[in-house]
T-cell receptor
Framework: GESVGLHLPTLSVQEGDNSIINCAYS??????FIWYKQESGKGPQFIID?????DKRQGQRVTVLLNKTVKHLSLQIAATQPGDSAVYFC?????????FGGGTRLMVKP | GAGVSQSPSNKVTEKGKDVELRCDPI?????LYWYRQSLGQGLEFLIY????????KSGLPSDRFSAERTGGSVSTLTIQRTQQEDSAVYLC?????????????FGEGSWLTVV
């Protein structure tokens, strides 16, 4: 993903529904992928990661899916709660660093 | 401490002044990263330290930016002759190496405003 400045892509969901946040990456050599959650005024918080030898990994209420063929990563959040409202970033490794997507804002309607 | 600690949490400085931002990584983590995040933007890589190896400085935007890591632990990011475009959140992170498969944890950031 690329940064779009202040106008982040926004996903608005009803409380209790499932959320799906998508991310595209470009580095074919990446073998490690992470999703971070960032609440206003805070640093990024690790949610879940996945290695390239897997295509799916589940955590508590979250699932990450990796499609290496099309270089696509998604984060699924089950039974979305108001506390899930935040900006979500995908990241992939590139040499010594993580490269981050531009972020998606998730808004949960009560 | 249990997490990555950064100071100051907020800094307002006048254009042209130098600033120093400090990062205390998670104990035992040998890899340390600095990222910059402008308002509403994603994270921009600045510099990476791993043990006693030479740092990867490929992300530093200009020679006004420098960083040190003393004793393999605490790191200081220095910005000389600050400009208004330097206003951003400066995030520090740490991990065990290698990056692949080892979670990288972020601090809460140092919010820099240049006026």
């Amino acid at each position: 993903g690329e940064s779009v400045g202040l106008h982040l892509p926004t996903l608005s969901v009803q409380e209790g529904d499932n959320s799906i946040i998508n991310c595209a990456y470009s580095n074919s050599a990446s073998d490690y992928f992470i999703w971070y959650k960032q609440e206003s005024g805070k640093g990024p918080q690790f949610i879940i990661d996945i290695r390239s030898n897997m295509d799916k990994r589940q955590g508590q209420r979250v699932t990450v899916l990796l499609n290496k063929t099309v270089k696509h990563l998604s984060l699924q959040i089950a039974a979305t709660q108001p506390g899930d409202s935040a900006v979500y970033f995908c990241a992939n490794n590139a040499g010594n660093m993580l490269t981050f997507g531009g972020g998606t804002r998730l808004m949960v309607k009560p | 401490g249990a997490g990555v600690s950064q100071s100051p949490s907020n800094k307002v400085t006048e254009k042209g002044k130098d600033v120093e931002l400090r990062c205390d990584p998670i104990s035992g983590h040998t890899a340390l990263y600095w990222y910059r995040q402008s308002l509403g933007q994603g994270l921009e890589f600045l510099i990476y330290f791993q043990g006693n190896s030479a740092p990867d400085k490929s992300g530093l935007p200009s020679d006004r930016f420098s960083a040190e890591r003393t004793g393999g632990s605490v790191s200081t990011l220095t910005i000389q002759r600050t400009q208004q475009e330097d206003s951003a959140v400066y995030l520090c992170a740490s991990s065990f190496p290698p990056l692949s498969g080892n979670t990288i944890y972020f601090g809460e950031g140092s919010w820099l405003t240049v006026v």
